[in-house]
C-alpha cells in the first residue's frame, strides 16, 4: 500500500487521490495532501516561465561548470527541479530530451547566476570617456580625470596611484601624486601587482587626510579592511578619508615573467608602449600591434590571481574598466552614494562625458565576472597547466 507523502499515512490506490511527479505515481489521502504536493510542479513552471526571455541554459552547461569539474555537492536541487533528471553512478544525469529551460542550473548552489553574487553592490552603471585635452589614460582615461577633478576641486589632497619605473621598463612604481603631472604620469595600466598599501600609509604620514586611491581588488580589499577590521591599521585613524577607485582585472603577471614572455616574442619590453588584455587576449603595441592568446601566458600568471574571484573591485566606491564599452569608452559602476554624487559632478563641471550603459555592455561585464568567479572551480586544472604536467 503506498504511502501519502505528505502525511505519511498509507492509501488505498482505488479511493486515493494520484499525481504523476518525475513519470513516477504518488497517491494521497485527501485532496488538501495532493494540492501541497502540486504547488511542487507549479513552482517549477513560474521559474521556467521566468526565465523564458533569458539565455537558454541546458543541463550540459551545469554538467561542463559544476558535475565535470568535480564541484557538484550531490545535493539533488537539480533532480528535484526537473523531471529528466536523476542520479546515476553518483551524478547528476540527464535521462531525456532537455528543453534548455534553465531551472536546474539555477537551483544549483555552485552556479553563479544573479548580478549581485557577480559584481556586487551597484547604484549604476555608465559608460564615459575623459572630455579633458591632454589625458590619454587606458580605455577613456576616466580614471585619470576623476583624479584631476579631485585634485583641482580640493575634494583630495593627493592620490595613491601606480607609475612606470624609470629604471627598470613597465615595472610597478607606486607614488603619492600631487600635482596634474604626476596624475598624468600614472595613466595606463600595467599588469604587474603594486605594492601600494606602505605608500597610502606614506601619505597619511605625510599629512594628507582627503586621497584618492587607484588600485585593482585586491588592493581595494586591503584598504577596505584596514578601515573596517576592529583590527585594521585605520580602523579608528577618522582623520584618513579615503577615496577607493578600483579598477577591473582579469589577471597580473610576474615582471620577470612578462619580460621573459616577451622577449621571447621579439618584443624588448623596453619597446613596449602599451598594454591591453581584450576579449582573451594580451594586446601590445610596440611599434605595430601583437596580440597573443592570454592562456599562452599562464605560466607567468600571478599565483594570487588564480584564486581571485572578483573582477570589478566590488568594495570600490566607483569601479572603472574596459569590458563593457566601445573603444574609446570607460565602463563605470557606481557603487557608494559618495562614488555617484562625485561622479555625476565631475561630468557637470566639464570633466568627463557619461552616459547610461546599454545592457548588452552589462551583459559582457557579467559574463566576464563570472569567468573569474568560477576560476576557482578549475584551479586544479590551472596548477597543472602552470607546473607543466
Known amino acids: 500500500m503506498p504511502i501519502d507523502p505528505i502525511c505519511k499515512k ?10 504523476v511527479y518525475k513519470n513516477k505515481e504518488y497517491y494521497f489521502c485527501s485532496e488538501n495532501c495532493k494540492k501541497k504536493f502540486d504547488e511542487l510542479d507549479k513552482s517549477v513552471i513560474r521559474v521556467r516561465r521566468s526565465l523564458k526571455d533569458k539565455e537558454k541554459i541546458s543541463f550540459g ?12 555537492t550531490l545535493c539533488g536541487a537539480c533532480v528535484a527541479s526537473c523531471e529528466v533528471l536523476s542520479v546515476v553512478g553518483g551524478k547528476p544525469t540527464l535521462k531525456g530530451p532537455c528543453t534548455a529551460c534553465g531551472v536546474c542550473y539555477n537551483q ?32 577613456g582615461g576616466v580614471v585619470t ?10 575634494l583630495i589632497d593627493s592620490a595613491v596611484v601606480t607609475v612606470k619605473s624609470e629604471e627598470e621598463p613597465w615595472k610597478p612604481a607606486p607614488i603619492v601624486a600631487q600635482t596634474e603631472e604626476d596624475i598624468l604620469r600614472s595613466a595606463g595600466s600595467i599588469y604587474v601587482h603594486s605594492l601600494t598599501m606602505e605608500t597610502l600609509m606614506s601619505a597619511i604620514k605625510r599629512g594628507s587626510r582627503s586621497i584618492g586611491f587607484v588600485g585593482p ?10 578601515q573596517n577590521s576592529p583590527y585594521g591599521l585605520l580602523h579608528m ?10 579598477l577591473f582585472c582579469m589577471d597580473t603577471f610576474d615582471y620577470e615573467g612578462l619580460k621573459k614572455f616577451l622577449g621571447d616574442k621579439g618584443l624588448p619590453i623596453s619597446t613596449v608602449q602599451e598594454m591591453k588584455i581584450r576579449k582573451g587576449k594580451f594586446w601590445i603595441k610596440a611599434g605595430s600591434e601583437h596580440v597573443f592568446p592570454l592562456s599562452d601566458m599562464d605560466t607567468f600568471r600571478s ?4 584564486v581571485c574571484t572578483d573582477l570589478t573591485a566590488e568594495r570600490a566606491d566607483l569601479s572603472f574598466g574596459g569590458v563593457g564599452s566601445k573603444e574609446g569608452y570607460t565602463t563605470v559602476l557606481a557603487r557608494t552614494g559618495l562614488g555617484l554624487e562625485l561622479f555625476q559632478d565631475a561630468a557637470d563641471r566639464g570633466y568627463i562625458k557619461i552616459e547610461p550603459l546599454e545592457r548588452q555592455g552589462l551583459e559582457s561585464v557579467l559574463r566576464q565576472a563570472k569567468a573569474k568567479k568560477v576560476q576557482m572551480y578549475m584551479i586544479k586544472k590551472r596548477i597543472e597547466t602552470v607546473k607543466g604536467i
Open 10 to 19: 498509507p492509501v488505498d490506490e482505488n479511493t486515493g487521490f494520484k499525481s
Open 61 to 72: 552547461k551545469l554538467k561542463r561548470e559544476i558535475i565535470d569539474p568535480g564541484i557538484c
Open 108 to 139: 544549483c548552489p555552485r552556479t553563479i547566476t544573479t548580478e549581485s553574487s557577480l559584481i556586487g553592490n551597484v547604484r549604476d552603471v555608465f559608460t564615459a570617456k575623459s572630455i579633458l585635452p591632454g589625458v590619454k589614460g587606458q580605455d
Open 145 to 154: 580625470s576623476m583624479l584631476l577633478y579631485g585634485l583641482e576641486e580640493g
Open 217 to 226: 581588488s585586491c588592493n581595494i580589499d586591503a584598504v577596505y579592511k584596514m
Open 237 to 246: 585613524f577618522m582623520r584618513a578619508n579615503i577615496l577607493k577607485l578600483g
Open 303 to 306: 599565483g594570487s590571481c588564480m
